[in-house]
């Protein structure tokens, strides 16, 4: 919000309300500053009017309507207890009086409906009874799924999302009769895909056996057709698959040189043109924008971008959600950047400290240890809840 | 649709079925060459899914639901057509038994229903009572608005258009408190951002003194705060308008430089950041690229982007649809192309034919009758239908 004065009517006089204003805006700044991220002001916005609009709300869904990673929210969440302005209740936070007061003389907030539409969750489409069974199959499959390799920046999407995107595909004409490549599938969206039988030929390529074994057994057992190959993407995409492809579909690491890299392989397989259905995670600004001339540089459209459209079991620090984007390509040029910054354990390092959920023993995560997969307590448990985590700083930092 | 054999199984052996399905692949091809656009194969697929799915249908409800012109649906049409793949029938068009063969042989196709969202019918949000109120008013005052200037580029968003992008503004959070410009208003979007009385400043500034004194009249007798400033774009913004706002909100000529131009103003308006709504034409990849770059160039990323969002009445060259974006930008910077290019008629030049409506007398527009609003018939009536249009050739073509 920029403070200025009604257009129009004149040189501004002073009144007490403007002082009270003025002193509030002061907060909001102050809070803002506090917070330190790129977009600051319009975070701490952006998680009042939430909360304004939908308390009492839980920190996780505050993340899921903003869009903003779990730990500013949480941050913010405390500033703002501290300055008094929200309040913990039993079903999550609230505003105070003072809060409320804040949000509605200074954001100018004044009305708590929410017009996100109930039926498709603001997704624009719906899953009819064909694709609802579909879902029912999806889900009993994704219980099989190994855990998530972390250092893969693996998270699964649920079995809604996988559906739904299949649904989208099928809806803009991107799944009958196509040849459709996944980029990465630890999301499992070939299956819903394949289960339409509406595909000409489905591929996943996948650095992870775990994964593709279970798409191979699905396969099998539900008796379609799904050909899948053990790659690393940090080779080029193997020939028999280069430019045979109509579609394809990746939820890449959420770094730049992982979008690079994984939209590349995608192009090596599309040729010269096609379309990729894109799903990514909500960034700052600046990030974004260097993403963005990435696409455009590639030769990719953005004729559709929908965000929320995914939501994932378990990854908090992504606020759990990210937007899916039809991207339509022609005369495509691959764009490798940096392979050995794809996965943002590379990028950004950070130190994981897990807590053993039997006998309360702390270990350390991304140091020695890798990765939490790998870790035994000397109780036998395997089971850990992450309690903390910090950036390593970078000797560039 | 890529022509592949099944992959991984091995040579492929011709067989009568794949006679047949290259028989078509050709006819494909040959159809897709002769309309003679840039996506002329998925053009053809889109428009025979668009029937497969929703037969009989209407060529104007085929143009919105691919977002292609009016016209190049006709032209495929008529090639379908004599191509005996198409008839049409009272309702609108509908395959012959060889049409419905080649979108279930050659396409693929198998499956009827639409997944699209019907209760937002694909917005992905609703209006409530609130809402519904703010659009009825709306559609009183749309009554009142005066003819489309052509030359301007104008044509008018419906009522439910400009309701549902306050609607949205207000579900993002870029309407309670915030200082909203709009770049140019001949959709009248500000009316329903104003009937909300949420916004803390809504100025319009337009070239065109008809529609700023229809938005004077209505503030007035609706008692809500609009400030219209009459102005050429291709002039600087006024100095008391820059960096006075957090939201602008425009629906530019759908030509590059009237983007570059309208977003450019919108950015003098916001200063370093803020939020854009741009509304734009469905437009062939090569000029959407340049049209992303652009955009990303200025500091703007694409936060969101849904496609039939808009919808305007009669325009029936765009197909009558076009999308919302909203743009996030930071460091801001104006980018201003050629002002001279910045509206259709300026860019790609067409002489249109009309007929009186009451004695059938044939007039040319575009050359030395500039626009349909000059015209008037020899036999006094001011009513005409456009019957044919043609481009004038450039010099440099």
């Known amino acids: 919000m920029k403070v200025i004065g009604k257009i129009g009517k004149g040189v501004k006089k002073i009144k007490e309300d403007d002082l009270e204003e003025l002193k509030y805006n002061l907060l909001l700044d102050y809070i803002s500053k506090k917070v330190d991220i790129s977009e600051g002001k319009r975070a701490v916005e952006d998680i009042i009017r939430v909360i304004y609009r939908h308390q009492p709300i839980s920190t996780k869904k505050i993340a899921q309507k903003t869009k903003l990673p779990l730990p500013i929210v949480a941050k913010v969440r405390t500033i703002l207890e501290r300055e008094k302005l929200l309040k913990r209740c039993e079903k999550g936070a609230e505003l105070t009086e003072k809060g409320l007061k804040f949000a509605e003389n200074v954001l100018k907030l004044k009305y708590k409906k929410s017009l996100t539409c109930k039926t498709c969750k603001g997704r624009g489409i719906v899953l009819d009874e064909f694709f609802e069974e579909i879902l029912n199959k999806v889900k009993i499959w994704s219980k099989k799924r190994p855990v998530v390799d972390t250092s893969l920046d693996q998270s699964f999407a649920t079995p809604e999302t996988s559906t739904y ?51 191979e057994k699905f396969a099998e057992k539900e008796n379609v057709n799904i050909k899948t190959v053990k790659y690393d993407l940090r080779n080029p995409l193997p020939e028999e698959l280069k430019e045979k492809f109509d579609v394809i579909s990746t939820d890449p690491p959420y770094t730049v040189d992982g979008l690079k890299l994984f939209l590349s392989r995608g192009i090596e397989g599309l040729g010269n043109e096609g379309v990729a259905y894109l799903s990514y995670s909500h960034k700052p600004i600046e990030e974004w924008l260097l993403i963005q001339k990435a696409i455009t540089d590639m030769g990719f459209v953005i004729s559709e971008l929908i965000p929320n459209f995914n939501y994932y079991e378990g990854s908090e620090i992504i606020a759990n959600t990210t937007f899916i984007s039809r991207l339509i390509g022609k005369d495509l040029k691959v764009n490798i950047g940096d392979i050995n910054k794809i996965y943002t354990g590379l990028v950004k390092p950070v130190i994981r400290y897990y807590k053993c959920l039997k006998c309360g023993k702390i270990y350390k995560v991304g140091d020695k240890i890798k990765k939490v997969e790998d870790l035994v307590c000397e109780c036998g448990s395997k089971k850990f809840k992450m309690i903390k985590r910090e950036k390593i700083k970078n000797q560039n930092e």
């Open 165 to 215: 995107r299949a649904a989208l595909m099928y809806e803009r004409g991107d799944l009958e009769g196509k040849n459709i490549l996944f980029v990465g599938d630890d999301d499992l969206t070939s299956l819903p895909t394949a289960l339409t039988n509406m595909a000409e030929n489905i591929v996943v390529v996948d650095i992870d056996e775990r994964i593709l074994k279970l798409i």
